[in-house]
């Protein structure tokens, strides 16, 4: 039962261009989401997150929106860049929970 | 300021075979987290540990696996018996404490092959 999804395995961006990563929820009950960024034979690391009262969040080149209501998460990076190349996981945790809950991963091509 | 260490980064084992995963969390961390990575999949949550404590251990399989932290040393994850579907990465992650906007830091994973 795929409590956080990722519908698109990979996607390819042409450099300087917005790259938009999508991830869909089932469960209401999750109040914090994030996304990972994973490089193969490496770790995920944290890359950007979002608490469920907010619809969006700014780092940089990075931005996540919030849609609680279509149970929709996104996000963006503009101008993308070669080093974004890897592939990004989204995960969510519900209030006072340990476990973060992993989509599939979407890999990320940024074309030259 | 090291990060969450994980070796072996490789473990090779036969089927029945034993495999012992250590993980030391960051300095100043005392909750660690285990999780697995199948072919093609999205990282899923196996054990939640505190020091000498296990808290969460509702997706570790019944059998055959088990996992401490102990007062002194590295986590340990232990799979016992292991069988081809064990192969896998394995990563741990480590939190200066375990409420929900409290960030996860990953290691680098042991990556698992039965043969």
């Known amino acids: 039962d795929q409590q956080v999804k990722q519908n698109s395995p990979s996607l390819s961006v042409q450099e300087g261009r917005i790259s938009i990563l999508n991830c869909d929820y089932t469960n209401s009950m999750f109040d914090y989401f994030l996304w990972y960024k994973k490089y193969p034979a490496e770790g995920p690391t944290f890359l950007i997150s979002?608490?469920?009262?907010?619809d969006k969040n700014e780092d940089g080149r990075f931005t996540v929106f919030l849609n609680k209501s279509a149970k929709h998460l996104s996000l963006h990076i503009v101008p993308s860049q070669p080093g974004d190349s890897a592939v990004y996981f989204c995960?969510?945790?519900?209030?006072?929970?340990?476990?973060?809950?992993f989509g599939k991963g979407t890999r990320l091509h940024i074309l030259p | 300021n090291a990060g969450v260490m994980q070796n072996p980064r490789h473990l090779v084992r036969r089927r029945g075979q034993e495999a012992r995963l250590r993980c030391s969390p960051m300095?100043?961390?005392?909750?660690v987290y285990w999780y697995r990575q199948l072919p093609e999949e999205g990282l899923k949550f196996m054990v939640y540990l505190q020091k000498e404590n296990i808290i969460d251990e509702s997706g570790m399989p019944k059998e055959r696996f088990s996992a401490e932290f102990p007062k002194e040393g590295p986590s340990i994850l232990r799979i016992q018996q292991v069988v081809r579907g064990d192969s896998a990465a394995y990563f741990c992650a480590s939190s200066h404490s375990g409420t929900s906007g409290t960030e996860q830091f990953f290691g680098p994973g042991t990556r698992l092959t039965v043969l």
């Open positions: 979002i608490s469920s009262i907010k």
């Open positions: 300095k100043g961390h005392s909750h």
């Open positions: 995960a969510a945790r519900g209030n006072r929970d340990d476990k973060i809950i």
